[in-house]
């Protein structure tokens, strides 16, 4: 079983920055990919960035200069710095795991609220 566990969510205002952390527990194995994913309220859920064991990233275009995405690898950890946050950034941000030879998790969410 794998859980994933995310963090740092929380209240911030239009300009503010904060840091998310998901971290993987379990059986967890070989990590070939980790994500973000955000749904706001009658939305689907979007991706935000994903980051490949090697390190490679990508980030959808309203994420790109001021979200980075890292993770790290021996502490099966995944962060989300996001900077000049906007309210369009309000939604629950999940965190993805793609794990050899076991398929995809999701952890629970977390909220982040941009509002002043």
């Known amino acids: 079983q794998v859980h994933l566990v995310e963090s740092g969510g929380g209240l911030v205002q239009p300009g503010g920055s904060l840091r998310l952390s998901c971290a993987a527990s379990g059986s967890v194995g070989i990590i070939a990919f980790m994500g973000w994913y955000r749904q706001a309220p009658g939305l689907e859920r979007e991706l935000v960035a994903t980051i490949a064991n090697s390190g490679i990233t990508n980030y959808a275009d309203s994420a790109k200069g001021r979200f980075t995405i890292s993770r790290d690898n021996a502490k099966n950890t995944m962060y989300l710095q996001m900077n000049s946050l906007k309210p369009d950034d309000t939604a629950v941000y999940y965190c993805?795991?793609?794990?050899?030879?076991?398929?995809?998790?999701w952890g629970q969410g977390t909220q982040v609220t941009v509002s002043s």
């Open positions: 993805q795991a793609i794990i050899l030879y076991k398929g995809a998790y």
